[in-house]
């Protein structure tokens, strides 16, 4: 039997530091993307503030391609 939990998150201004993390990495979205296990058209949409959610098994895709951490912590208050 599987028990799920599920935490939504607002993270302010989280695509501009998605965007702002892959300029200064130098590598193209499109490598970025595979790395995260996303397609390069999911990885634009997320960057320019077109998804309303994302999944924290994206969101930890992408910080493990651009190899930082965003800050995301999904904590109980």
Same mark, same amino acid.
């Given at each position: 039997? %599987?028990?799920? /939990?599920?935490? /939504?998150?607002?993270?302010? %201004?989280? *695509?501009? !530091?998605?965007? $702002?993390? /892959?300029? !200064?990495? #130098?590598? *193209? +979205?499109?490598? @970025?993307?595979?790395? +995260? #296990? ?8 997320? $960057? ?6 994302? *999944?924290?098994?994206?969101? /930890? #895709?992408? $910080? ?5 951490? @965003? #800050? ?6």
């Amino acid at each position: 039997m %599987d028990v799920v /939990r599920q935490i /939504r998150v607002t993270v302010p %201004d989280l *695509s501009q !530091k998605i965007k $702002e993390a /892959r300029e !200064k990495d #130098g590598r *193209s +979205a499109q490598i @970025l993307a595979t790395l +995260a #296990g996303i397609s390069t058209a999911y990885w634009y949409q997320i $960057e320019q503030g077109k998804r309303q959610w994302i *999944s924290e098994e994206t969101l /930890r #895709g992408m $910080e493990q391609a651009l190899n930082i951490s @965003l #800050g995301v912590t999904f904590e109980e208050k």
